[in-house]
């Protein structure tokens, strides 16, 4: 298991095999997350909506649920104006 050391800002450097590894290249937008005791660092997908499309699938319909709240506010509007 490869180690690295800290600098005084708190920098390292990810080793050449991990970066190769998960494709992060200079640039690249890391996530940093601290969980429990340690701390991981994740590559962010250069286009975040194409790779998350579909993320949700099978689940309930967002959109369905906004269009439903909306008609339901729209009728409620109308009520008021009548």
């Not at 080793?15 to 992060?24: A, N, Q, S, T, V």
């Not at 590559?43 to 194409?50: F, G, K, S, T």
């Amino acid at each position: 298991m490869p180690t690295v050391l800290t600098s005084a800002k708190g920098q390292v450097v990810i080793p050449k095999k991990e970066r190769d590894r998960l494709g992060i290249k200079p640039g690249t937008r890391v996530v940093v997350t601290a969980v429990d005791d340690h701390i991981e660092i994740r590559p962010l997908p250069e286009n975040p909506i194409e790779h998350f499309h579909g993320f949700f699938k099978g689940g309930p319909s967002l959109t369905k649920a906004l269009l439903e709240e909306r008609r339901k506010e729209r009728m409620r509007e109308e009520k008021k104006c009548s």
